[in-house]
């Protein structure tokens, strides 16, 4: 049976938030004893309840998961840690902006999906069980916390090397 276009989006964006969920537990782990763990731990909270709300609105919706598409983000996921955690250059710092910033994008990602469903909720009436309002709300929340770490991450990691050092 054909997967309907909803069904193909809702995957596409379980992959994505599955993926954000790992990285934020990862980017938990290594900012212990951080200033940024206590915010890092409440953002990785949030984003686990966050793919948990997405899949009970795909149950409702009846969408079926891609298991095709979740075996290639558990693939992508392991695979990126070389690059996220700084090991591919030697720079933990590094690793720790890049990821920072891999998890801003999937954050602005899910924002929009949050978007686009409340567009839609006329057209999906199990929509109407899902406070989008607020997912919307934390998903901006979640995007100010992380830009604010990710501009000191930056400073920390990228201007190592400048001529201004």
Known sequence: MPHRPIDVYL?????????????????????????FHPEMSRLATDIEADLDTLTDLMNQIGTTRNSAKQV?????EKASRLKLTGVSASNGDLGTFLSIEALLLGVQGKASLWTTLQELRDRYPELASADLDELLQRAERQRGVLETERNAAARRSLATGSRRE
């Open 72 to 76: 290639a983000t558990w693939v992508a």
């Open 11 to 35: 995957n596409d964006h379980l992959a994505g938030a599955t993926f954000g969920a790992d990285l934020a537990r990862q980017l938990e782990a290594r900012t212990e004893g951080t200033d």
